[in-house]
């Protein structure tokens, strides 16, 4: 009985910088058309959340020249666990250091994936304070449930695309102690992607081939609703609004989640999805493996991945 | 930094046996009216799924003079964890020893809470295979979606109706390493509910006052559906099948379940529910206390929460 | 073959007239927790409709001492029909004269029913011509979907109390033409409620009987939202804005309608709800007749009926 | 005031027959997938309908060597109304004569639109009675909700093609009193596209154009659902069921229906659809005109139409 235990020491995906380059339009599209709320400033950046995110903010954007991520993290189960991932990012050579300086949590250690993406990890938060106006009726929920836009409910997932999905991939098990849920293996045995998460939502975290070999680059972000319906409705108000709307709503084999895949004005894609009561409960989950004919079907429902899912990431890179 | 890490050695609430004295109507409520699927017989007990749960079985449902549990039991993270949560338990006295001839998983540990309920708790389990024709479509998913009744997804969590509802609660968190997540406390100081999970589930485990005083109590089981509107159509179903509904749908204060309760006809509540996309990510989770005054404002939306609820256990005591 | 022909000549409940005691306490309700957009002022009252109401407007909101009904129109489907309907009116006795003063329609015909609520019927109208930033992105759609509370979409119904059920019913089928869907009538033969539509809709009226023996009080306006799920946010929604509800989301028996009702400011009820695809089609469509001890069991799914539905009427009367 | 009054001598579209030289697999779709009720049988055709369509039947299907339409009906408001519509037939040359060999209706009037499809018209119907096993639990419904597949719920429209539109659509409203709600005239002037109504619901009947300038020929048959969700939740089950879905869920900008394309065994294309609380109350509702740019636009979000929803038709006459 030699087995490894599966590693419960990150407790989920805790927050995702975008960088945006129309910051007030970036600003409106996710506080109006989303219904997210403000929780603060600093310096270029403004922190908001979903109506049932717990914690000060799970989205930070910040002006900046061109789109992309600016960091994402982590939040650890205890601080001894985050004390053995600081351990084992600095055995992987990819650890930059301690940082303090973050509105809404503690002290964080810093790091890059082997594709350049830069994250975070750590422990203390601050716990989200509705002021009066926002404070639920429920106590325990967050905040108020806004009633605006599209609602969205909780950050979800992060999408990152990698020039190497494999190398992005097998750090996030070793060091992150990610468990790999699902992946698309292509007949050349190349990894084109990979589906991990450190808790029981099927994914905090996937991870793209870059088409174009860049790196450090975002596929999207995903907030999650409560229902399929809440995501069409989204697609109603963002027509309304004038969003783009680059596919869907619509299912994905993978992982089965319901998407609403839109670019937010800065020209980041964004997500609003729902996984219905899916969720990977089995410690052991052995990998689902796509493979390239698989993939080529399209999506759950038989609608053809739209070209520029497989192209378009922030910064852009293609012509 | 002396503090208590959280324990990650439960993966999930696995499985509920369920007592019935009516065999045959209570097979047809489950597999017609909730969409489950049989999975093995044994003896007086038919095992059986809902489509999406990975295990062999969630429920077993056994002939017995009288309605109520049987046992119910959660799968370990990992052998390990298996063994560290046996060697709590037997320092709490109430452990039973191992045993081996159950269906569908490995060896078990077999103990009572202070209540009296008898559980186990296991590692090795067997996945479900699908024969042909219940094979789904997306290999992501355990089996078919059955398009019949209800089609309940996944077992959710158990609630269990106990004398002493701290000395139940406390065994859960020491023994088990249960998460309290909400709790309702009266004005004497009481407790008269407490909410528990092992994983993000807003809860696996509750447990609520016997007001019988008595031991080894069921108030109800729960499976999850995709959404509310899921639970109203469970409702129209039932309707039509002249199911006895007992309360719903409507939504919990306490923990925000969407909920419809039945009796199946063994005599023993069935839930229906959803949670939206509800999930307790934060590892430090601070219990949500409610009051007694809080307690009898009733539901959310201010349904009267119906007497037989709070009086309603299997095996039946009442007059 | 001398059988009557089914009676076309009114289009459809086209809006109600509230009366409030507190009217911007009730603007706000409407405006802000409902997501109806205001469209016109004029004296004490203001105008508003739902989203994809087509007309300048479906309810006019009035301050005034005591909540009740103002008056309640209907739409003709043609100039011929408008004035074979204001014929078979004045025959009836209860014609009071044509009036032109009114905001967003044409010359009306107004008139009383046998327990005193004052209607109005006319042919033109002011189609609703959204300003650029209400303007759809749809153009078969009236106006934006909002995207703030609980987004009603169009009116529905009025239910009106009445000392008398028959004489009023009686006087909506023959005067108006109006079709009977369904009918309460008690054991001693007593009628205690009905249903009445002039389109698809299975009512566009409901007459309930008076506990006190009152005349021309209403018991609520109703609203339709696209789904169920809707109604279910709606209700998350007011509990948020601290909204009285009164009962539900349920489903009634009687037409199956998915309801919550809600008291506004003013102390009106109003009603969110949703029909699901039903309509009534057939042209001779049997009156469904609803016993006594049907009428018993309360709602679809096995709630009883709340105390103050079959009392709570405005104006007030109770004590 | 000469204006043409609207006329409702129509109720309703009332059932349409397919052609299936699959007539087994096309029976087990429609009563198994869609969860359909059989009826009856007469010669090579079952009966079917959903379960709350009225009359005995909504669907006829029919052994045949190609797929297609054999007729469609529909059902008039009054014997009278009948009459009238038969003599503006007549007046039109495309009539037959009466006919009284069908199943579940009385005597009809049988005729052809100018581009070939047969059609009747009726008013002496046969409602449906359910047998103790299908009676529903609340006697305002046709039968029992059969909580399997797909549970469409009753017919919606139909959609056929022709090769002269604007011919066919004229027909329409002056021999059968249909009214025209939403159009596609594309720059030339030329009519791609006609949706007609006779009640309240948007459209009774589409006709596209006929790429091939072929005649007689059906683009397809719609059933109703109740929300937006159970669209959603057919496409899952016809995933399952390995059934072809062209296109969808998605919505329509043209009417906002909510649909789901699928090709039934026997090549016919059939849809589930929802169209929310959406209903054409105005009695002059002024027709939409879609341009060609509009059309080009795709659906609602933005999916593009996909390019066998152009081409396809039963029979086939594409190679």
Sequence with gaps: MTEVEPIYDLAHLAHVELLTPTPDESLHFFAEVMGMT??????????????????HHTLKL??????????????ATSRAALLRRVAAIERSGLGIGWTDDEMGHGPAYEFRDPDGHRLQVYYETEWYQAPAELRPALKNQASRFPGRGANVRRLDHINLLAADVSANRAFMQEALGCRLTEQIIFDDGSEKGAWLTVCNKSYDVAIAEDRYGAHGRLHHVTYAVDSREDVLR???????????????????????T??????????????????????ILAPDWPTIVWSEAERKKGQAWGLQTIASFHTHGTPRVEQ
């Design 62 to 75: 910040t002006a900046a020249e061109q789109p992309g991520l600016g960091h994402y993290a982590f939040r």
């Design 234 to 256: 989204a697609a109603d108000i963002c027509l309304e609004y004038g969003v783009y709307i680059e596919s869907g709503p619509h299912k994905h084999a993978i992982q089965q």
């Design 258 to 279: 319901f998407f609403l895949y839109l670019y937010e004005p800065g020209g980041n894609r964004f997500e609003v999805a729902n996984a219905g009561a899916r969720l």
């Design 38 to 55: 403000e929780s603060g400033r600093q310096g270029d950046s403004v922190y908001l959340r979903g109506w049932d995110d717990y914690e």
